[in-house]
Nanobody, 126 residues
Framework: QVQLVESGGGLVQAGGSLRLSCAASGRTFSTAAMGWFRQAPGKEREFVAA????????YYADSVKGRFTISRDNAQRTVYLQMNSLKPEDTAVYYC???????????????????WGKGTLVTVSS
């Protein structure tokens, strides 16, 4: 089992920045990828960003490219999401997720993850 705990959410004005953190614990030695997803009120959960643990390749949703950056700290088993130039439409609960098995980027983007955190709320005011 892997436990994921997100932190860093909060209220920010449009144009501002936040950094989310996700600390992984438990059986993390087999982590293949980690990612961030979000769910806005009344909407389905959507992919935000992902990072492949070995090699560090990153992938982003078109809506956040150029504004968000995903990174990892191998030693701390922590993944970060730096969010800049935030917009009101970025308001959502942000979830951290991890995948223990190898898989395609498409699988990851479609939510094919093995473990999920409980989420952290990001609210962007206009």
């Amino acid at each position: 089992q892997v436990q994921l705990v997100e932190s860093g959410g909060g209220l920010v004005q449009a144009g501002g920045s936040l950094r989310l953190s996700c600390a992984a614990s438990g059986r993390t030695f087999s982590t293949a990828a980690m990612g961030w997803f979000r769910q806005a009120p009344g909407k389905e959960r959507e992919f935000v960003a992902a990072i492949i643990w070995s090699g560090g390749a990153t992938y982003y949703a078109d809506s956040v490219k150029g504004r968000f950056t995903i990174s990892r700290d191998n030693a701390q088993r922590t993944v970060y999401l730096q969010m800049n130039s935030l917009k009101p439409e970025d308001t959502a609960v942000y979830y951290c997720a991890s995948r223990s098995r190898a898989g395609t980027v498409a699988t990851i983007m479609n939510g094919g993850m093995d473990y999920w955190g409980k989420g952290t709320l990001v609210t962007v005011s206009s």
